[in-house]
């Protein structure tokens, strides 16, 4: 156990006189004085607790320990200068991996188009994107695994910083000829009336509309669940069922002329996406690049 610390000058000196051979010429090259140099090194000895060399009027010669304390220190002063060199080469420009996690309707609706705005600004940086569901979304980013979350709004736990990402409200998408297509809007009882197809069970979605229909004394029973909004609208093309999804979705999915594209008639409906990060200061700089961008293009 070190009793003492061991700074990475002292290994170069250290380095630097095995190499020499010699305190004096060592001192000469690291243009430093012998004396003080010669102190560097026996403070370093005592540190370890071992002699690292034998000293002679000849000059210096390593002992076990020192040839053991040679090699390692060889390898730090390399990596030391490489840390160097990365950071004198940083200047301005923005780099790094930046881990995404979004959950469905933001990586269909509203993630391609804004990341390639970001990923022209910034061709330096990696943005790693992860599809989940925003449970787990929020969960990534309390745990260190995301750098950057998006979904859907609610209550940021404690370590999360949250920000207004975009409005992706609920629709209800049925074939042109349903009932339901002759009206402006639809209320959720009236889409609970007809056969329905589900989105990924035990999903954020999913959730929402079981306690809604609960609340309204109703059972939200999709005849079919499926796993993607894509196979959500392929079975409301088929003549299925309809479906609430978010208007992303539905722009995605559902904007051929046989499909029907009705706001849902609730005041939950008003749906919201947020950005979520772990609390840092500050972020790094890939990092709030990509949260300001976003926040920027948010509407």
Request: with cysteine; glycine share 8%; net charge neutral.
């Amino acid at each position: 156990m070190l009793t003492r610390r061991v700074d990475p000058y002292s290994i170069r000196l250290f380095v630097a006189a095995a190499q020499a051979g010699s305190i004096v010429r060592a001192a000469a090259q690291e243009h430093i004085a012998a004396s003080a140099l010669s102190r560097r090194l026996a403070d370093l000895e005592h540190a370890l607790g071992r002699p690292l060399l034998v000293r002679s009027t000849r000059g210096v010669a390593l002992t076990d320990a020192g040839r053991v304390v040679l090699a390692r220190g060889l390898q730090i002063d390399e990596d030391l200068q490489a840390l160097v060199r990365e950071v004198q080469s940083e200047g301005d420009e923005v780099r790094g991996t930046v881990r995404l996690y979004a959950n469905m309707s933001s990586v269909i609706g509203f993630l391609p188009e804004r990341l390639k705005r970001f990923m022209a600004a910034y061709p330096q940086v990696r943005v790693a994107l992860h599809e989940m569901d925003t449970g787990d979304v929020l969960r990534a980013c309390l745990d260190d695994r995301a750098d950057v979350g998006v979904g859907v709004q609610m209550d940021a736990p404690a370590g999360l910083d949250a920000w207004h990402f975009a409005q992706d409200p609920l629709y209800v998408v049925v074939p042109a000829a349903h009932p339901l297509a002759a009206q402006a809007t639809v209320d959720f009882g009236q889409a609970l009336d007809h056969a329905l197809i589900g989105i990924h069970q035990g999903g954020a979605l999913d959730r929402v509309l079981h306690a809604r229909a609960l609340e309204l004394g109703l059972a939200f029973t999709p005849t079919v669940s499926v796993s993607s909004f894509d196979a959500v609208c392929r079975m409301v093309e088929a003549g299925l069922g309809v479906a609430v999804v978010p208007h992303s979705a539905a722009a995605a999915y559902a904007g051929a002329a046989h499909f029907a594209r009705r706001p849902l008639a609730a005041g939950w409906a008003a749906r919201s996406l947020h950005l979520y990060a772990l609390h840092r200061s500050p972020q790094p700089r890939a990092t709030q690049a990509l949260i300001d961008s976003l926040k920027g293009a948010s509407g």
